[in-house]
């Protein structure tokens, strides 16, 4: 295959399987074919096999993509906090826990609460991922996606000025958060739903600062 098909081939995998991770967080594994991801694409489904092996194989690599942006998102937070202003009385660790805070509060927000198609996989594919036979593509994938967001939080922890994170109170944090969230979507259109969020983004960051509910611009809810 000359170097500008394969190129162009590789442009189009990676477009099949950013279009997947927004369908399969938004409606869920069971509710997307092959045919309505190809066509969220842009393409015919008649070059899916090309890409990948079976629809299985394309939900796998969705939902490790759709991990990627989490940690991607957190990553940026950290840094261009990190990267805020160096003069003034603002330490390193200052900036870590605003990072830290940020995220938090994001993540726990009525943006992410309603925009599932950008937000975090460990919340949107949770009921798939346990749904899933042992030795799933999807819950091998769900799992590396979790353990690298519990790798994740240790960073951004690390950054807050804890240099020894427990991993012990990094997975209540995160299962807390998930489990919110999820809750959170669950009762969407009711009150319950709203304050299912206020109380556990006010547990879990405790006397830190955060931002307003429902802030954020980025393409990535949360």
Same mark, same amino acid.
Request: proline share 3%; net charge negative; hydrophobic share 40%.
């Given at each position: 295959?000359?170097?500008?098909?394969?190129?162009?081939?590789?442009?189009?995998?990676?477009?099949?399987?950013?279009? =997947?991770?927004?369908?399969?967080?938004?409606?869920?594994?069971?509710?997307?074919? $092959?045919?309505?991801?190809?066509?969220?694409?842009?393409?015919?489904?008649?070059?899916? +096999?090309?890409?990948?092996?079976?629809?299985?194989?394309?939900?796998?690599?969705?939902?490790?993509?759709?991990?990627?942006?989490?940690?991607?998102?957190?990553?940026?937070?950290?840094?261009?906090?990190?990267?805020?202003?160096? =003069?003034?009385?603002?330490?390193?660790?200052?900036? @870590?826990?605003?990072?830290?805070?940020?995220?938090?509060?994001?993540?726990?927000?009525?943006?992410?609460?309603?925009?599932?198609?950008?937000?975090?996989?460990?919340?949107?594919?949770?009921?798939?991922?346990?749904?899933?036979?042992?030795?799933?593509?999807?819950?091998?994938? +769900?799992?590396?996606?979790?353990?690298?967001?519990?790798?994740?939080?240790?960073?951004?922890?690390?950054?807050?000025?804890? =240099?020894?994170?427990?991993? @012990?109170?990094?997975? $209540?944090?995160?299962? =807390?958060?998930?489990?919110?969230?999820?809750?959170?979507?669950?009762?969407?259109?009711?009150?319950?739903?709203?304050?299912?969020?206020?109380?556990?983004?006010?547990?879990?960051?405790?006397?830190?600062?955060?931002?307003?509910?429902?802030?954020?611009?980025?393409?990535?809810?949360?």
């Amino acid at each position: 295959m000359p170097r500008a098909s394969r190129a162009e081939a590789e442009r189009h995998r990676e477009q099949v399987i950013a279009a =997947t991770a927004k369908l399969v967080r938004t409606h869920g594994a069971d509710k997307v074919s $092959v045919p309505q991801a190809m066509a969220a694409a842009g393409l015919t489904h008649g070059g899916f +096999y090309r890409h990948f092996a079976s629809k299985d194989d394309l939900i796998a690599q969705a939902c490790s993509a759709a991990f990627a942006e989490r940690l991607a998102a957190m990553d940026d937070l950290a840094e261009s906090e990190g990267a805020g202003a160096d =003069t003034g009385e603002d330490t390193g660790e200052d900036r @870590g826990r605003d990072a830290r805070a940020a995220f938090l509060a994001t993540y726990l927000s009525t943006l992410h609460r309603d925009n599932p198609a950008l937000g975090c996989a460990a919340a949107a594919l949770a009921v798939d991922a346990a749904r899933a036979e042992p030795g799933d593509p999807l819950r091998r994938a +769900y799992a590396d996606g979790m353990r690298n967001l519990v790798d994740g939080m240790e960073r951004l922890t690390r950054k807050s000025g804890d =240099t020894s994170p427990d991993e @012990g109170t990094i997975l $209540v944090e995160l299962s =807390t958060m998930i489990g919110a969230l999820v809750l959170s979507r669950a009762c969407a259109g009711d009150d319950l739903s709203d304050r299912i969020l206020t109380a556990v983004r006010d547990h879990v960051l405790g006397d830190d600062e955060h931002t307003p509910d429902g802030m954020g611009t980025s393409e990535t809810a949360g």
